[in-house]
Each structure stands twice: as structure tokens, then as C-alpha cells.
T-cell receptor, first 115, second 113 residues
Framework: EPEVTQTPSHQVTQMGQEVILRCVPI?????FYWYRQILGQKVEFLVSFYNNEISEKSEIFDDQFSVERPDGSNFTLKIRSTKLEDSAMYFC?????????????FGPGTRLLVL | SQKIEQNSEALNIQEGKTATLTCNYT??????LQWYRQDPGRGPVFLLL?????KEKRKERLKVTFDTTLKQSLFHITASQPADSATYLC????????????FGSGTRLSIRP
């Protein structure tokens, strides 16, 4: 069964460094998402992406964050200058369509630790 | 303010019993509600979706109800097994948005043999 994959599984970085988290969505999906989950807290929506542009973003997704689909398969989340509070699990998800009839398929996550 | 609350952080029940988890929301008007399973260190896995005009949905040992008057969804696992132990998340659409899902904080379910 097709799956969303994410790399790396773990990333440790120093505060102020840039990180890029990578995702390969399911191949026939058109909508892509990033979520984060701080340890012990709820899963939070960051951004949705369709047709090479951001569809929607949350208040968490500030100027430090950017997303890109650099080629036909990868979908990336970049954090320009990491802060301690960016430490979290980051999940990528994808779906065929968007709207009430669709579900999102989540990847296994990247655990980011900012020191 | 808008809230999604899941009734308890943790629920511990005996194998074979029915587990019932509750999701309440305030100041949302969702068109649908979803339930996900999340194992430690893993991403959420979709289980069931129920629309606002549906009262009940079933899938194997799972049953979901959706009461838009009470603003509540109940998630049942019948004949529970230790393998059902996980955190269960409810999620709903922000209604103002087609793509934004809002998650509850989850209920950690433990099924003891």
C-alpha cells in the first residue's frame, strides 16, 4: 500500500541553524500538508499546499517557515533560523482531493530537536 | 473560544469490553469529524469519518456517532483487544477552510489482558 515517507527520522540542530525536512507524498495525491506535535501536546496544523502554492497556513507558520515542491515527488518544510520551541515531531500528510470527503494520509514524522 | 475536548487523557479497560471515547467541541460548526489512531512516535492513522448529516458510522469493531445538537462524537471499540491500545484523536474541519483539520489532544487507551 502506498505510504507517505519522511526523512530524516531524527534531526538535531543548533538554535539559529536552518533545517529542511523532506517528505515524499503518495504519488497520485495533489494536496500536501505539514503538521507539528510538540511532545505531549496535540497535533497542530501548519500549512496546506496545492498546485505549487500555499492554500492555507496557521498562525504558527510565520516567516521562519517555508514550503516547496522542488520536483515531482518531494515536498519540503524549511525552518530558516530554528528556535528552541521549534523542537517537535513534524508530520507530512497528503490527500487526493481536499474537502469534507477526503482524508489525509500521514507520514511517520521527523523528530526535530533544537539545542 | 473554540475548543475540542476529549473526555479523558487516559482510559484503562479490560480486554473484551467496549471502549467508549468522547469528543466534545465548542464554537465550531464542522461539516465532518474524523477519528485517528496514533501509536507512540508515529503519525496519526485515519480510522473513520462521519459527516454532519450522519448519525452513526461503523467499520468492523469500530463505531462512531455524531450529535451536532450536543456537539459531541462518541467512538466505540467493541470486543477490545490489547492491540487496540493507542492514543485516539478526534479531528474536525475548521469549516471556514477546506483543508485545515483541527485535532483534539487525544485519549490514551490501554486494554489490559
Amino acid at each position: 500500500e502506498p505510504e507517505v515517507t519522511q526523512t530524516p527520522s531524527h534531526q538535531v540542530t543548533q538554535m539559529g541553524q536552518e533545517v529542511i525536512l523532506r517528505c515524499v507524498p503518495i504519488s497520485n495525491h495533489l494536496y500536501f500538508y505539514w503538521y507539528r506535535q510538540i511532545l505531549g501536546q496535540k497535533v497542530e496544523f501548519l500549512v496546506s499546499f496545492y498546485n505549487n502554492e500555499i492554500s492555507e497556513k496557521s498562525e504558527i507558520f510565520d516567516d521562519q517557515f517555508s514550503v516547496e515542491r522542488p520536483d515531482g515527488s518531494n515536498f519540503t518544510l524549511k525552518i530558516r533560523s530554528t528556535k528552541l520551541e521549534d523542537s517537535a515531531m513534524y508530520f507530512c500528510a497528503s490527500s487526493k482531493e481536499t474537502g469534507v470527503q477526503e482524508t489525509q494520509y500521514f507520514g511517520p514524522g521527523t523528530r526535530l530537536l533544537v539545542l | 473560544s473554540q475548543k475540542i475536548e476529549q473526555n479523558s487523557e487516559a482510559l484503562n479497560i479490560q480486554e473484551g469490553k467496549t471502549a467508549t471515547l468522547t469528543c466534545n467541541y465548542t464554537n465550531y460548526s464542522p461539516a465532518y469529524l474524523q477519528w485517528y489512531r496514533q501509536d507512540p512516535g508515529r503519525g496519526p492513522v485515519f480510522l473513520l469519518l462521519i459527516r454532519e448529516n450522519e448519525k452513526e458510522k461503523r467499520k468492523e469493531r469500530l463505531k462512531v456517532t455524531f450529535d451536532t445538537t450536543l456537539k459531541q462524537s462518541l467512538f466505540h471499540i467493541t470486543a477490545s483487544q490489547p492491540a487496540d491500545s493507542a492514543t485516539y484523536l478526534c479531528a474536525l474541519d475548521a469549516y471556514s477552510s477546506a483543508s485545515k483539520i483541527i485535532f483534539g489532544s487525544g485519549t490514551r487507551l490501554s486494554i489490559r489482558p
